[in-house]
């Protein structure tokens, strides 16, 4: 299978096509607060159908991740999109103003817990940069028109990290 066969493959099947689509999760209004609670019942859902999600994210593939944190040391579980690229899972986030946390939290502890479609993984990130950073994001932009048009709103680069699974837990 090809890399664009393998990225269609599993590609986010949701009906989201534009980053400017105003349903977008990502483009509702939310507190610090609010966001923590929104993610909870993200959360909460997934683990209750193992994997599964409704909402603007039905019909997708989601993943937890559980990063340890850069300054605090807790633990932190974040929903995302899960991405391919033949057989590497791949993640990245919207937010606009900044790198999000768990971009941060990998590149200082890179030992993460990845859940996905119901089972529980020992996992490796990696957060790109330099030279990988360049080569993946090439590909990514010709390959995920959500995330070229993103990235072609923001002026930073958008933040990709490679998961690599370890054991099922």
């Not at 890399?3 to 689509?21: K, L, N």
């Not at 391919?84 to 899972?89: G, P, S």
Request: aromatic share 10%; with cysteine; glycine share 10%.
């Amino acid at each position: 299978m090809s890399e664009s066969e393998s990225a269609a493959a599993h590609r986010d099947t949701g009906a989201i096509t534009s980053f400017d689509d105003p349903d977008a999760p990502w483009n509702q209004k939310f507190t610090e607060e609010s966001i923590g609670e929104w993610n909870g019942g993200v959360i909460a859902e997934f683990r209750q159908n193992r994997g599964k999600v409704g909402g603007a994210y039905a019909g997708g593939t989601l993943l937890l991740l559980t990063t340890t944190g850069a300054k605090s040391g807790k633990q932190h579980v974040v929903p995302l999109g899960a991405l391919y690229r033949d057989e590497t899972l791949y993640v990245s986030s919207f937010i606009e103003d900044r790198y999000p946390a768990c971009y941060h939290n990998i590149k200082a502890n890179p030992e993460v817990t990845v859940e996905l479609g119901g089972k529980t993984h020992s996992a490796t990130g990696r957060a790109l940069d330099g030279a990988d950073y360049e080569e993946f994001a090439s590909w990514v932009f010709a390959n995920n028109p959500l995330l070229a048009d993103y990235q072609s709103k923001v002026e930073r680069p958008l933040p990709l990290v490679i998961l690599t699974l370890g054991e099922e837990r």
